[in-house]
């Protein structure tokens, strides 16, 4: 799973929270863990969903960290420098963490609704993906009694013979292995693929 940078931050700053959990009991017994307690699920379930590769949940766990991370600086603001809790202190530095992720998560979803951040898939990766796509599509219509056989062999062949133009790599052989599964092409229109893959 591909790691980021704000997801390496919110990971670190949780962390950080549950050892100043762990040090505040000790120092003071539970007190530490109920008065932190409602945030403390808060920052699990922030935690676990940054994870999700569904956008919705993950921009849920953000929001979550972003909650964390406005009452750590609340807990910050309330520390007694004097006598310092070094449980609530860690504590607290662990939620501004979470927050600081969050704020990362949110500046580079702005970037990139602006145009400035590109997205990681290329042109060529849309291209695949469009092509496998068509080729499932096509294979529903045949499948649906929408296509003849004839017509679904006619446009898979002007898909692959596209395909043929595009650069098509290692990774998207599985993709290609998968349109095979599923008998969308034929054992030879997936060897002639893998030969213009591996013949590059």
Known sequence: MKKTLNQ???????????????????????????????????????????????????????????????????AISMIDFDHVDIGALLTAIGMVLMGVAALLY?????????????????????????????LGRYKEMLQDKILTEEEFDDLKQKVLANADNRAISIDDLKKWKKLLDQQIITEAEFKQIKEGIFSK
């Open 106 to 134: 949110a500046l580079i979803f702005v970037l990139k609704l602006l145009g400035f951040v590109k997205s990681s898939e290329t042109k060529e990766d849309k291209a695949i993906s469009t092509t496998l796509d068509e």
């Open 8 to 74: 390496i931050i919110m990971v670190i700053g949780f962390v950080v929270m549950v050892v100043g959990i762990l040090v505040g009991n000790i120092q003071n017994g539970l007190a530490t863990l109920t008065t932190f307690s409602t945030v403390v699920i808060a920052a699990v379930f922030a935690v676990t969903c940054i994870f999700a590769s569904n956008s919705v949940i993950k921009n849920i766990g953000y929001a979550l960290a972003s909650l964390v991370a406005a009452y750590g600086v609340g």
